[in-house]
């Protein structure tokens, strides 16, 4: 069954054509990876896929509902999560009021309730927190949920990211590049909590240049080179596939060597 789905989909700025007619379907409750070269597009995809950029073709559909042309606070109302290339995290609030602000999207608070503090709302507060805690120590930030969030390692920051967009309840949650900048060990626990997340029923994209964590943790990847689609499988069949490999080394490489992190 899939959660979602596109079909044709493009976006083009000015004269260049960041993502063209691509057509795939992302299963639930399994982990989906986009990889390819810098500049392919994967970024552009996923600013499509949440809504934060307009397809200039095609459509978007997320369990049979066509989210095409809606705004990003309604493809977050339906259950698409993201975090972002570079951290987008406010230094100015605890960590755990990060995660907080992706529960708000879930809030239903009146206004006469907000106005005069209605008991009520001191309630819905006092679990709103404990459930971003709870999702805290589900990233493995248990250590941090008193801090404030510019005392946080970088590598901590990027879990901090996705407790928060957990925070707002997804089915299908976007990674891009969740394991950037990240040493081996702290690359292992995003593998591990990518899983995890996967098992709890969870839809996870993922985009990565690590292509040991890639090969790893995907059910299915979708390769993208110049916006198009290049190929698209399980990893041993994206692997040995020689586009792929061409695409990543250049022509004439295709010999038994795997993608590595690359550019054109
Ligand atoms: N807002 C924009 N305006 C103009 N061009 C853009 C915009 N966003 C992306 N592009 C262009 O679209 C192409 C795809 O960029 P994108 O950021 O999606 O690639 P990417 O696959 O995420 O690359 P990387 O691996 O380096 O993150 C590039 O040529 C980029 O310059
Ligand atoms: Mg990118």
């Given at each position: 069954?899939?959660?979602?789905?596109?079909?044709?989909?493009?976006?083009?700025?000015?004269?260049?054509?960041?993502?063209?007619?691509?057509?795939?379907?992302?299963?639930?409750?399994?982990?989906?990876?986009?990889?390819?070269?810098?500049?392919?597009?994967?970024?552009?995809?996923?600013?499509?896929?949440?809504?934060?950029?307009?397809?200039?073709?095609?459509?978007?559909?997320f369990?049979?509902r066509?989210?095409?042309?809606?705004a990003?606070?309604e493809?977050?109302?339906?259950?698409?999560?993201?975090t972002?290339?570079?951290?987008?995290?406010?230094?100015?609030?605890?960590?755990?009021e990060?995660?907080?602000?992706?529960?708000?999207?879930r809030?239903?608070?009146?206004?006469?309730?907000?106005?005069?503090?209605?008991p009520s709302?001191?309630?819905?507060e006092?679990?709103?927190?404990?459930?971003?805690?709870?999702?805290?120590?589900f990233?493995?930030l248990?250590?941090?949920v008193?801090?404030?969030?510019?005392?946080?390692?970088?590598?901590?920051?990027?879990?901090l990211?996705?407790?928060?967009?957990l925070?707002?309840?997804?089915?299908?949650l976007?990674?891009?590049?969740?394991a950037?900048?990240?040493?081996?060990?702290?690359?292992?626990?995003?593998?591990?909590?990518?899983?995890?997340?996967?098992?709890?029923?969870?839809t996870?994209?993922l985009?990565e240049?690590?292509?040991?964590?890639?090969?790893g943790?995907s059910?299915?990847?979708?390769?993208?080179?110049?916006?198009?689609?290049?190929?698209?499988?399980?990893?041993?069949?994206v692997?040995?596939?020689?586009?792929?490999?061409?695409?990543?080394?250049?022509a004439?490489?295709?010999g038994?060597?795997a993608?590595a992190?690359?550019?054109?």
């Amino acid at each position: 069954m899939s959660l979602l789905h596109v079909e044709q989909l493009g976006k083009e700025f000015g004269g260049v054509r960041a993502v063209a007619d691509l057509q795939f379907s992302i299963p639930a409750a399994k982990v989906f990876s986009i990889i390819g070269p810098n500049g392919a597009g994967k970024t552009t995809l996923l600013n499509l896929l949440t809504g934060v950029y307009v397809p200039s073709t095609g459509r978007i559909l997320f369990e049979q509902r066509d989210l095409t042309g809606r705004a990003p606070y309604e493809f977050a109302a339906c259950g698409i999560a993201r975090t972002f290339q570079n951290l987008q995290v406010f230094f100015n609030m605890s960590a755990l009021e990060n995660v907080m602000v992706g529960r708000y999207l879930r809030e239903r608070c009146s206004l006469p309730a907000a106005l005069f503090r209605f008991p009520s709302l001191g309630r819905a507060e006092g679990a709103a927190r404990a459930e971003c805690e709870e999702l805290m120590r589900f990233v493995g930030l248990g250590a941090y949920v008193a801090a404030s969030s510019d005392a946080m390692p970088y590598g901590a920051l990027k879990r901090l990211e996705i407790a928060r967009a957990l925070a707002t309840r997804p089915r299908l949650l976007l990674l891009d590049e969740p394991a950037a900048g990240l040493n081996p060990i702290e690359t292992l626990e995003i593998d591990a909590l990518i899983s995890k997340l996967a098992d709890s029923g969870i839809t996870v994209v993922l985009v990565e240049h690590n292509m040991r964590l890639v090969m790893g943790v995907s059910d299915h990847i979708l390769v993208l080179d110049y916006g198009k689609q290049l190929a698209e499988g399980t990893a041993d069949e994206v692997r040995r596939d020689p586009k792929v490999i061409e695409a990543y080394l250049g022509a004439g490489a295709a010999g038994d060597a795997a993608p590595a992190q690359g550019a054109h």
